[in-house]
């Protein structure tokens, strides 16, 4: 479940970290379910005049009004989306995104290459396995503390080739909790 989690915490970091600009949202509540990144940002970008974008999206991102032109496409795309992105979400989603987002800040460097890695390695998988490893994520999330520790725990007793026959037959190692 170590590796299933880094890859769905890296879905729902990766989202959050477009969202550095923007200001401290209220405290946080429960994060909002992971959904794919509408099928245009995967487009070609081009480059965005500064205009182009609504004053909500301007205010957001302020720092990046004088230096806009000089910034790739692919980066002024990925900033006005997640903007839009960050605009459209509600004040309990803004508070999830910035507390995944402060986790993510708090990594060591390696760490997030791994979950970066984790993230790629998720993106490679067919898209039902795909629903799959989001809908037992969202089952251990759901669990109680005291039987999300339990599998953890058994899951840290495992030998490396208890682990893998686990895995083979369906069960899924535990999520690593990031450090807060």
């Known amino acids: 479940m170590i590796r299933i989690l880094?890859?769905?915490?890296?879905?729902?970091?990766?989202?959050?970290?477009?969202?550095?600009?923007?200001?401290?949202?209220?405290?946080?509540?429960?994060?909002?379910?992971?959904?794919p990144p509408p099928a245009e940002a995967a487009a070609p970008a081009s480059p965005r005049a500064w205009?182009?974008?609504?004053?909500?999206?301007?205010?957001?991102?302020q720092n990046y009004q004088g230096k806009w032109n000089?910034?790739?496409?692919?980066?002024?795309?990925?900033l006005a989306t997640g903007s839009q992105r960050w605009i459209s979400m509600s004040p309990q989603q803004r508070?999830?995104?910035?507390?995944?987002?402060?986790?993510?800040?708090?990594?060591?460097?390696?760490?997030?290459?791994?979950?970066?890695?984790?993230f790629q390695e998720f993106k490679t998988?067919?898209?039902e396995r795909q629903r799959e490893v989001r809908e037992s994520?969202?089952?251990?999330?759901?669990?109680?503390?005291?039987?999300?520790?339990?599998?953890?725990?058994?899951?840290r007793q495992m030998t490396p080739e208890q682990r893998h026959r686990a895995v083979g037959q369906g069960m899924r190692p535990p999520p690593h909790r990031v450090p807060h």
């Open 6 to 35: 880094l890859i769905c915490a890296s879905i729902t970091l990766s989202a959050a970290a477009s969202f550095a600009q923007a200001p401290a949202p209220a405290p946080p509540s429960s994060p909002p379910p992971y959904s």
């Open 51 to 61: 205009n182009s974008l609504s004053p909500d999206q301007q205010r957001l991102l």
């Open 70 to 78: 000089s910034l790739p496409a692919e980066r002024q795309q990925a």
């Open 95 to 118: 508070a999830g995104a910035q507390q995944r987002f402060n986790q993510w800040r708090a990594m060591p460097p390696e760490q997030r290459q791994l979950v970066r890695q984790r």
């Open 125 to 127: 998988l067919p898209p």
């Open 137 to 155: 994520f969202n089952r251990f999330r759901q669990m109680p503390p005291e039987r999300r520790m339990q599998l953890r725990q058994q899951w």
